[in-house]
């Protein structure tokens, strides 16, 4: 069975200081792994914005973001100029391609996406993405070709620009296996690898979970042998930093349950996308995790019934 690591790199921080230590981790135990870049401004600090959302203040609470985070990326954006992540920390990013991991897109304004892109049109999603891939190609001198949105957030713009973009496979949503989204009641050329596992910040400081066991509750989701694919993702800013030998924990015990580890291009490689099923994408609450996701929909037949 294969288990794809997917690492969400959202900060200045996390590119500078936990992108090499993943690098380092990964390469002890012969693991892959694809890492999804913010390549524009680290604007962290606007986060503040969600104060008002339901949950965040608890979840910013329990999973100790100064700590994580670091007081100056938190104030990036308000009292701080944002850095341009992508020039700043360009020669990073291209190490992880040069040691042989996959690299693809995570966004251009992390925050910018993450609380604005499901509300807002086609036109300003197209713009955004543009912008992105722009900054990815400055740094790669290719274009990504695979994304994976900031904070699970999506609209059905966002998907189709993936399709012209000429991805295969992105990891955009939450859900338990690999799909063809259906966008508009049609499905398109681009498809869905989602996060099938709950990620650490949405378990820590719940029922008693601590950065002690968390990596004994989460093997129990996969264990106690590989039965089926998962994808798993983490951030550069937690498992590559303060959480780190949490990471190396759940390496070891995934390799022990027998899963290869493996970037998404060799989950999408194993595939065939003719047996994919076909699913609407829903906005929907995960627990742990404040505000909507895009989540997998139940599969939909040919003729437009619940398969």
Known sequence: MLLALKIDVDTLRGTLEGVPQLIETLRQVGAGATFLFS?????????????FRPGFVAKVNRTSVVSHYGLRTLLYG???PGPHIGRRAGAIMRQVRDAG?????HCHDHIRWQD???QRDAAWTEREM????????????????????A???MNDAAFKMEER??????????????FIPLIAGRPLGCAQLPTTLPTLDELLGIDGITADNVADVLLTRTGPTATRNHVYTLHAELEGMALRPTFARLLSGWKAQGYE???MERLWRSLDPATLPHCPVLSGELPGRSGTLALQGPPIGSDGALA
């Open 130 to 149: 543009q912008r992105a891939v722009t900054e990815f190609r400055a740094v790669f001198g290719t274009a990504p070709r695979t994304h994976g949105a």
């Open 78 to 80: 308000t009292l701080l």
């Open 261 to 263: 580890l493996v970037t």
């Open 39 to 51: 390549v524009g401004p680290d604007h962290t600090g606007r986060a503040i914005r969600r104060v």
């Open 116 to 118: 604005f892109v499901a």
């Open 151 to 153: 904070g699970w957030q």
């Open 101 to 105: 991991f996959e690299v693809g897109v």
């Open 165 to 178: 973009l000429g991805m295969d496979y992105a990891s955009d949503t939450r859900g338990e296996s690999p």
